[in-house]
């Protein structure tokens, strides 16, 4: 988050068994997300911490999708 006050926070435990890679997301949200691989599966699981006075909008969704 550039330029916010933090207030909540995010946060994703795993278990340290499987194999897996943080994601780096630049956004004025707090978000934290990760790639974990199951099997043959990988499985990308994001944590959004939003204020209550935050509304999540159509575009706040599309600056994070179009992080890596």
């Not at 006050?5 to 780096?24: M, Q, R």
């Not at 990988?42 to 006075?53: A, V």
């Amino acid at each position: 988050c550039v330029g916010c006050v933090w207030c909540g926070g995010v946060a994703i435990y795993l278990k340290s068994d499987f194999p897996s890679e943080l994601i780096n997301i630049t956004s004025h949200l707090e978000v934290v997300a990760v790639s974990v691989k199951l099997n043959d599966i990988e499985l990308k699981i994001c944590n959004i911490y939003l204020l209550n006075q935050h509304n999540f909008n159509k575009n706040d969704r599309k600056h994070i999708r179009s992080n890596p």
